[in-house]
């Protein structure tokens, strides 16, 4: 099992920047890719931002050049660095994880992030 604990949402205005945190705890050493998705109210959970353990990391073509994901093995801990921020950005943000021989799916709780004036 892992759990996973999102921080660092909140309000801000456009052009903007926030930076998630997503703490793992529990198996962390089943763990095979980490990443960020987002729900906008009305709309699919897309992805973000992933990062495989290999090294590679995968960007949503609407993010890219303005998100960055990053991670602290010491601390168990992925980021994702929001700049520029725009409106269409708005959604809850949900840490997720894919761990075990089976790449079983994880999530935390969302956290959310609202870009506006």
């Known amino acids: 099992q892992v759990q996973l604990v999102e921080s660092g949402g909140g309000l801000v205005q456009p052009g903007g920047s926030l930076r998630l945190s997503c703490v793992a705890s529990?198996?962390?050493?089943?763990?095979?890719?980490m990443g960020w998705y987002r729900q906008a109210p009305g709309k699919q959970r897309e992805l973000v931002a992933t990062f495989i353990s290999g090294g590679s990391t995968n960007y949503a073509d609407s993010v890219k050049g303005r998100f960055t994901i990053s991670r602290d093995n010491a601390k168990s801990t992925t980021y994702l660095q929001m700049n520029s921020l725009k409106a269409e950005d708005t959604a809850v943000y949900y840490c997720n994880a894919r761990a075990g021989s089976n790449w079983k799916n994880y999530w935390g709780q969302g956290t959310q992030v609202t870009v506006s004036s």
């Open positions: 529990g198996s962390i050493f089943s763990i095979n890719a």
